[in-house]
């Protein structure tokens, strides 16, 4: 008989670890998946596109109903898992159900962070992270809303271009000194300000700290905004309530080990809610390498995760943008830089004992997964350093060939 697996969280992570699942222990399991959110789970990322007018909501879904039906998995959506009974292995849905289970796993990813500033929970302050969440702006924006977004990291960018784009009028707020601090250096951020500028998007950085208000923002300086709608998109904190109440171990996030194992047994997490080796990733690429290696063991496999070398490679409200690894460049490491501020190209390659260790790329960023295998694989470099700069075709041609 099929062991009872529960999944709680219908998203991205949730959905890979079904479809690895499926391919490594077919039949091995009976599979249930719990989700708040009232549809088939989709592809989170593409929400923006959603929002900039790219995508067709519907078009998002990540399998359809079908495929969770051929493979003998109970979706149970619409629905929120509130207690773990570790003990007795069952899960309590809202509506008093239990189910129970021989193995759990919390795929409950993040909740959007509210800044801690008066009037954060007044009507008119909005969040972006679901399809329900795109519904409503979308809704501001064609009412040609004055929208203020809080957060110039890639969430926040891409609120504001989505909003900017569908017809609202947007200032974008951000706490530090540059866009996209935690992927970009101050150049590649600059260039990004003028090129997301140009769409008509005003930027304000280094401010906030003020009251927020429906009608609008004041900052630090005395400066107010007028704004019928602020969205805060300044950061995600992992959803760890369920398992903190249920006494499982959490730090910022799930505390979990290489086999993605929490501290309660047959208990596991992945994606946004894990915390492994003291890291959260924000990220689906981890979430999609833990599942691998999350199926593989459910499977009874060999398997570890060590975590992640993480790269960002996104179109940033429009415009494309890559950083891996150390783009900083700690000290003793050698930079490679190209800036056509006027093309809106910023290229700048880390270099340190003979090898990649980090790149940022903005405008051009044709050659990123070339940098990113370069950096993963820690390939010596010293055959193609003065060629690499200008892409792998010219730095490699007898391999184009
Ligand atoms: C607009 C936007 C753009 C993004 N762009 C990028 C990008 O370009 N590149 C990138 O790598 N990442 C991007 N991300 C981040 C990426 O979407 C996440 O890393 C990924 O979705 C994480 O997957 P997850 O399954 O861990 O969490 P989620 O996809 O958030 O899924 C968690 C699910 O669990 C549900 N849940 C939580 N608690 C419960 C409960 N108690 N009961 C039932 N269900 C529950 C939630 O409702 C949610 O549906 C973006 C995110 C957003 C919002």
């Known amino acids: 008989m099929s062991e009872p697996l529960v999944v709680v969280g ?11 699942l499926a391919k490594a222990a077919l039949g091995r399991y009976a599979i249930a998946v719990i989700g708040d959110e009232p549809r088939l789970a989709y592809n989170r990322v593409l929400l923006s596109s959603v929002l900039a007018g790219e995508t067709a909501s ?21 629905c929120v898992a509130t ?5 007795r292995r069952e899960i309590k849905i809202a509506n008093e159900e ?11 990813g993040s909740t959007p962070l509210r800044l801690n500033v008066p009037g954060a929970d007044l009507a008119g302050v909005h969040t972006f992270r679901d399809s329900r969440d795109v519904d409503l702006l979308l809704t501001l924006a064609a009412q040609r809303k004055r929208v203020v977004v809080v957060g110039g990291g890639l969430l926040g960018l891409e609120a504001a ?15 530090m000194d540059r866009l996209m601090e935690r992927q970009l250096d101050a150049p590649a951020a600059e260039l990004l300000k003028s090129l997301v500028e140009r769409k008509g998007i005003r930027i304000l950085l280094n401010g906030l700290h003020g009251k927020t208000r429906v009608e609008g923002i004041e900052l630090t300086d005395g400066r107010r905004i007028d704004a019928d709608a602020v969205i805060f998109a300044a950061g995600i904190r992992p959803h760890t309530a369920l398992a903190k109440a249920a006494g499982i171990p959490v730090g910022r996030g799930i505390v979990v080990d290489d086999c993605l ?35 593989q063991h459910l499977a009874g496999h060999a398997a570890a995760y060590n975590g992640s070398v993480v790269a960002t490679n996104l179109k940033v409200s429009g415009v494309s943008v890559f950083s891996a690894g150390d783009f900083i460049g700690a000290e003793g490491s050698e930079t490679i830089v190209l800036n056509d501020v006027r093309h809106g190209t910023y290229k700048k390659l880390v270099i340190a004992d003979g090898r990649l260790i980090g790149a940022v790329l903005v405008g051009d960023v044709g050659d990123a997964l070339w ?13 193609i350093r003065n060629r690499m700069m200008f892409g792998r075709l010219l730095a490699l041609p007898s391999e184009a060939a």
């Open 371 to 383: 940098y990113l295998e370069l950096i993963r694989g820690r390939e010596p470099i010293a055959r």
């Open 58 to 78: 519907h078009d998002i879904e990540l399998r359809p109903a079908s495929w969770w039906r051929d493979r003998g998995v109970t979706l149970k959506y619409g």
């Open 83 to 87: 207690e773990i009974d570790v003990g």
């Open 10 to 20: 219908n998203g991205m992570a949730a959905a890979r670890l079904v479809d690895e």
């Open 98 to 108: 239990s189910i129970g289970f021989s193995r759990l796993v919390l795929a409950t």
């Open 261 to 295: 194992q929490t501290g309660a047994p047959d208990i596991f997490a992945l994606g946004e809610c894990a915390e492994h080796r003291g890291i959260c990733y924000g990220l689906v690429e981890p979430a999609y390498e833990q599942a691998r290696v999350l199926a």
């Open 161 to 175: 271009y989505g909003l900017a784009k569908a017809g609202a009028s947007v200032t974008l707020l951000h706490l």
